[in-house]
């Protein structure tokens, strides 16, 4: 078992940044990719950015790439999600995930939802125009 808490979320107005943070516990964090995920109301939950298990490779979404960087500290058992020059259509609830398939290349980057096995609670996110 895996157990992720995000934190970092609030609101924050257009242009403006924030850090989420999940925290991981339950398993050796530095064999597993981890990943960000979000959903609004009424949509589905989409991909944001993953980091492979060493964090020397990263992944991201066209629509944040530039934007947002994700990292982790493997020593702190943390993942973490730097957001900047945030837009509204940011707006959503962010979810941390991991992804612990003993095939997984430590290279590897997941970006599928159904790649991912645990999955934290969510921390929202809103920016105001």
């Known amino acids: 078992q895996v157990q992720l808490v995000e934190s970092g979320g609030g609101l924050v107005q257009a242009g403006g940044s924030l850090r989420l943070s999940c925290a991981a516990s339950?398993?050796?964090?530095?064999?597993?990719?981890m990943g960000w995920f979000r959903q609004a109301p009424g949509k589905e939950r989409e991909f944001v950015a993953a980091?492979?298990?060493?964090?020397?490779?990263?992944s991201y979404s066209d629509s944040v790439k530039g934007r947002f960087t994700i990292s982790r500290d493997n020593a702190k058992n943390t993942v973490y999600l730097e957001m900047n020059s945030l837009k509204p259509e940011d707006t959503a609830g962010y979810y941390c995930?991991?992804?612990?398939?003993?095939?997984?290349?430590?290279?590897?980057?997941?970006?599928?939802?159904?790649?991912?096995?645990?999955w934290g609670q969510g921390t929202q996110v809103t920016v105001s125009s």
């Open positions: 995930a991991t992804d612990t398939r003993a095939a997984l290349l430590w290279w590897e980057t997941p970006t599928r939802t159904n790649d991912y096995d645990y």
């Open positions: 339950g398993r050796t964090f530095s064999n597993y990719a």
């Open positions: 980091i492979s298990r060493s964090g020397g490779r990263t």
